[in-house]
């Protein structure tokens, strides 16, 4: 009983412990569990929340494009619109209305207008006044402002005691054009002038009414602008008249009115001022120049003749007159000059130095002086010259008065001719209202401030160069050039604007340099800060000689992978998640590892990587070409010690006999085996009859097919005395050949001369029996021709057959040379052994097993 409950409770406790590691391991597992479903939460959102961005800034940028496209096509819409009328005139011709094409771009362009006095951008919706000298667009409540503030400086009584009297003028802000009082602007209009607080329209240029303009042209020809409502000056007059050039001596043509004078290119032909020649030059406008050509003229007193223009005839030579005058004592002193001398001046009445006393006297005697005083006022304007009549000028006025200073602050006596001024600096404000006026001794009316301004402007980059002065200062008149970032590409706006302003989109390629290995980026516009990553081939010669084709990898992003671990997904990481660096290229993945074989490294490749791929073989043959230069390794691509084109020692030896062609006239063959190069002479002896055909002559193969015909005739004699006949001058007699081809027929002679026959200068006529015996003869022949070739083929078909037999045994015997022993595996070598035991137990079990079932 002890034994059984206390087996019991080893039972019980030793499930409860297994339970408890298995609720633990549960556990363990269901936090796990939770953790890696929080952090894969975690990342879910993460990556939810960056697609969500980065469609947003996508979604921005397409959005904003196509804006600006619509933008664009609408501007062009309107343009058209605009010169419609302007273009049907003048035919197309829309060279004249790029000044006013420029006003109404900067117009629809979003901040291209200005306004100078407060610089900020003019908005569609805001009541603007345009100058009608310089065309500048300014606000409303700006302009009136400008205009009261200018009238009350011109105004003000500390500059002009007036007021009241005049009505001063106010000038524009940017051309100082000058406009009154009266015209001060309280209503805002459309650029013509004809309708009040235009409605905003987008198809319609800002601020306009889209009426016809109307407007006259300047200077005024009769005729009013066919544009619509539009900013800027009107173009040219389009009208077409009818209208003769310059010189009237032309038709009239019909022209535009804005270029109506014209020119018919003909000679002048006026009279010129010297009505001695005519105008010679093309018909212009206005009065004619003067007359280019030179002559001799004499000078006015004509004494001296000069070469002049015939524009100028009258000249003086610069010499006195000295004619004698009238009075016979004395000669004239004026310079060269035409008519009479006149009178003696000093002939007749003549008064003394002073004025009060005549005297009449000969011309050869002076006035003497008359001995009362003086009495001409000094320079000083109050007191008289107190001296007898004198000649000469009076001196200066010496009297003491007592004098008082401009500021009337101080008196003092001094001599009349010498100023007096005082100390005493005026403290006055001069008209700026902000400086005294520090003028020593002044009169009360103080000149205005000569100081400059020196305030900083509204585009916080200038100071006021104008002298000090009331109220607000002139707007900048600077104009700033906002640049792309390689500087091709400007935009001018006035000063203060280009902080606010955005860079001009640039169409010039970008040409910083470089940042990878390439010697050149790829083409891509003008940009702010850094260039696009490289997408080039990156083209790096690797170790194996090959070019790494993988894309640029100079600058690649790199995921960073730090050593810091966050605590929790709430954790933000504290090191940027990527890094740019330079990776290596990827490993060679061109498969050009050669083949064992010769053939193989022309035309095949390996289909293993480069990095991994070697040599192999490709179980063709080698086709190197072997020593003998004329036939090619037969053995299966193998492994070669040198790898040039030629065979190399583990190659087969050709075995072959020489099979080159031998020289003309030679029947033998080459005694040595296969080789390269050329054969040796050949040697052997060669039997020849000699030229009487009684003699057997032997002569080396060599001799007899290298020599020419004369050395062949010597080579064809056989030394002896020649056994021939020599030519016959008897008569013979012949029978016909048929009687000599065939015994026994009837023959035919006739009596011929012996040398003529031996010559073969003589025929013989045959009949018809003749001709059927030749033709049998020449049957017998042709028979006997073919039978001769018919044996000769099998006889040299015969000679084949055993040459081949030769042949393949030599094969055979170099096969089994050139055999590789290969080690049989040992389930090669007891297979035998195995399987048939294997198979007669498996037949014995079956036949078993079915008599079993039976």
Not at 707 to 727: M, R, T, Y
């Amino acid at each position: 009983m002890g034994t059984s409950s206390q087996f019991l409770s080893e039972n019980l406790t030793s499930k409860r412990t297994v339970e408890s590691a298995e609720f633990n391991m549960a556990l363990k597992l269901l936090y796990f569990y939770t953790e890696l479903s929080s952090q894969k939460k975690f990342d879910e959102i993460k990556k939810a929340n960056q697609a969500a961005a980065k469609k947003f800034v996508e979604d921005q940028f397409s959005s904003s494009s196509e804006e600006d496209e619509d933008i664009e096509g609408k501007h062009v819409k309107i343009l058209a619109k605009t010169f419609t009328t302007y273009t049907n005139q003048t035919d197309g011709d829309a060279s004249e209305l790029e000044r006013t094409r420029q006003y109404v771009n900067e117009a629809f362009q979003s901040g291209a207008l200005t306004c100078l006095i407060c610089i900020a951008s003019v908005k569609r919706n805001q009541a603007v006044w345009s100058c009608s000298g310089c065309f500048c667009i300014f606000h409303m409540p700006c302009i009136q402002k400008w205009a009261k503030d200018s009238l009350f400086l011109i105004s003000s009584p500390l500059t002009d005691d007036d007021f009241g009297k005049k009505d001063y003028p106010w000038p524009c802000p940017k051309c100082r054009f000058e406009y009154k009082r009266s015209e001060t602007p309280t209503r805002y209009y459309c650029y013509c002038g004809k309708v009040e607080d235009p409605e905003l329209d987008p198809w319609l240029v800002p601020h306009s009414c889209g009426q016809v303009c109307e407007r006259e042209f300047k200077p005024p020809c009769g005729h009013k602008c066919l544009l619509l409502c539009h900013p800027g000056p009107c173009p040219p007059c389009p009208k077409m008249v009818a209208i003769a050039c310059y010189c009237k001596k032309a038709k009239p043509v019909p022209r535009r009115c804005s270029t109506k004078e014209w020119s018919c290119q003909l000679p002048c032909g006026q009279k010129l001022p010297c009505r001695q020649h005519n105008c010679e030059n093309p018909c212009h406008p206005g009065n004619c120049q003067s007359c280019p050509r030179v002559s001799k003229q004499r000078c006015v007193c004509g004494r001296q003749t000069a070469e002049r223009l015939c524009a100028s005839p009258f000249w003086q030579c610069e010499q006195v007159c000295g004619r004698t005058l009238p009075c016979g004592n004395h000669t004239c002193e004026q310079v060269c000059h035409s008519g009479p001398c006149g009178e003696c001046p000093r002939s007749g009445k003549r008064p003394c130095p002073c004025g009060k006393s005549m005297f009449f006297l000969p011309c050869t005697e002076d006035v003497p002086t008359c001995g009362d005083s003086c009495d001409k006022v000094l320079e000083c304007g109050i007191h008289r010259c107190s001296q007898r009549c004198h000649r000469g000028p009076c001196e200066l006025c010496r009297q003491e008065v007592e004098k008082q200073c401009r500021c009337g602050k101080h008196t003092k006596r001094m001599p009349c001719h010498k100023p007096y001024l005082c100390e005493t600096k005026c403290i006055k404000i001069r008209d700026c209202q902000k400086h005294q006026c520090k003028r020593k001794c002044c009169s009360g009316n103080c000149p205005p401030c000569d100081q400059l301004c020196g305030r900083t402007l509204g585009c916080r980059n200038h100071k006021c160069p104008s002298v000090c002065h009331r109220g607000s200062c002139y707007p900048c008149p600077e104009t700033i050039d906002v640049l792309c970032n390689c500087g091709k590409t400007v935009l001018k706006v006035p000063c203060g604007r280009e902080r606010s302003t955005k860079p001009p989109k640039c169409k010039e390629l970008c040409s910083r340099p470089p940042t990878c290995h390439h010697p050149s980026q790829e083409k891509h516009s003008c940009h702010f800060g850094p260039c696009p990553a490289c997408r080039q081939s990156c083209q790096k010669v690797l170790k194996c000689s090959h070019l790494c084709p993988a894309s640029c990898h100079d600058e690649a992003l790199v995921k960073q992978t730090g050593l810091h671990q966050p605590a929790g997904p709430w954790e933000q990481p504290s090191e940027p998640a990527f890094i740019q660096t330079a990776l290596p290229c990827p490993p060679c993945q061109v498969p050009l590892m050669p083949y064992f074989g010769f053939v193989s490294l022309i035309f095949q490749v390996s289909p293993l990587p480069c990095h991994s791929a070697g040599p192999y073989s490709c179980k063709r043959f080698c086709g190197r070409l072997l020593d003998c230069q004329n036939h090619t390794c037969m053995k299966e691509c193998h492994k070669c010690t040198k790898v040039n084109g030629n065979a190399s020692p583990e190659c087969s030896r050709c075995e072959e006999a020489c099979t080159k062609p031998r020289p003309p006239g030679c029947p033998h063959s080459c005694v040595l085996p296969c080789h390269p190069g050329q054969c040796p002479p050949c040697v052997q002896m060669l039997k020849i009859k000699c030229h009487c055909k009684l003699t057997n002559l032997y002569i080396e193969c060599i001799r007899i097919t290298c020599a020419d015909l004369k050395e062949k005739d010597l080579l064809s004699s056989c030394k002896n005395q020649c056994p021939k006949e020599v030519s016959c001058i008897g008569k013979l007699m012949l029978p016909f050949v048929s009687s000599l081809a065939f015994p026994g027929s009837n023959l035919f002679f006739s009596e011929l001369q012996c040398s003529k026959v031996q010559e073969g200068q003589v025929s013989l006529e045959c009949d018809t029996l003749c001709k059927e015996m030749k033709q049998k003869a020449s049957e017998i022949k042709e028979a006997e021709a073919k039978a001769a070739i018919e044996e000769e083929k099998r006889r040299q078909q015969a000679e084949l057959e055993a040459f081949e037999n030769r042949l393949k045994g030599r094969r055979k015997n170099k096969r089994r040379k050139d055999e590789v022993e290969v080690e049989q595996s040992v389930w090669q070598k007891y297979k035998n052994f195995i399987v048939l035991p294997v198979c007669g137990v498996a037949v014995v079990m079956l036949a078993w097993l079915m008599a079993y079932n039976n």
